[in-house]
């Protein structure tokens, strides 16, 4: 079946502008995953969902960071009032729970530009 | 909280040669599951292998295979017979369990397979 898909694969806004990221995780999983990639550095959690609820928020690195996801598919990441420090690869992944020990199936990321 | 350190950020290998990456973690948790993710330059995270921390027995899947050691806190991916494919960046990933299920990265290791 299909995989986790993620769009836009690439992003260049300038500075101050808002950009909505999006990911439709793999179908029937429950659990999905919002992850930060900066250059040089691992992989950074930001929020996880289970079904529409987001329990664990605290990786959100500021309340300019948001996301929901609606009818327990999609999901959308929204960062407004971009800043250059926000430039990073946005990875979105699921699992069909969020049990100990499933699996997280990742997506190709989407690559923020902030100029 | 948990840490996991890859101390190797680059690594080289000629193919059909045999490779071992480095991970240890440092945990306070007496059950959790390790990973190891490719990351090919599609960005595209692959799982390669996992392991439960109270099975003692190392996975093994095909050509790749891991020696954790858990007193040691250490959990690394043996690469077998190299080929160029594996080409890729590769992290170490630790999960614990706390209501649901997150992943701790390591910085990474870039692996270099060359003709």
């Known amino acids: 079946g299909a995989g986790v898909s993620q769009s836009p694969s690439n992003k260049v806004t300038e500075k101050g502008k808002d950009v909505e990221l999006r990911c439709d995780p793999i179908?029937?999983?429950?659990?999905l995953y919002w992850y930060r990639q900066s250059l040089g550095q691992g992989l950074e959690f930001l929020i996880y969902?289970?079904?529409?609820?987001?329990?664990?928020k605290s990786g959100l690195p500021s309340d300019r960071f948001s996301a929901e996801r609606t009818g327990g598919s999609v999901s959308t990441l929204t960062i407004q009032r971009t800043q250059q420090e926000d430039s990073a690869v946005y990875l979105c992944?699921?699992?069909?729970?969020?049990?100990?020990?499933?699996?997280?199936?990742f997506g190709p990321g989407t690559r923020l530009t902030v100029l | 909280a948990q840490t996991v350190t890859q101390s190797q950020p680059e690594m080289s290998v000629q193919e059909a040669e045999t490779v071992t990456l480095s991970c240890t973690y440092d945990?306070?948790?007496?059950?959790?599951?390790l990973f190891w993710y490719k990351q090919p330059p599609s960005r595209q995270m692959i799982l390669v292998i996992r392991?439960?921390?109270?099975?003692?027995q190392n996975a093994t899947e095909n050509r790749f295979s891991v020696n954790f050691q858990k007193a040691a806190k250490s959990f690394s991916l043996k690469i077998s017979d190299s080929q160029l494919g594996d080409t890729a960046m590769y992290f170490c990933?630790?999960?614990?369990?706390?209501?649901?299920?997150?992943?701790?990265f390591g910085k990474g290791t870039m692996l270099l397979v060359s003709p």
């Open positions: 992944a699921s699992s069909l729970e969020a049990r100990f020990g499933d699996t997280q199936y």
């Open positions: 179908s029937g999983h429950t659990a």
């Open positions: 969902f289970q079904g529409n609820s987001a329990p664990d």
């Open positions: 945990t306070s948790e007496n059950n959790y599951y």
């Open positions: 392991q439960e921390a109270y099975k003692q």
């Open positions: 990933a630790f999960m614990k369990y706390s209501g649901y299920s997150t992943l701790t």
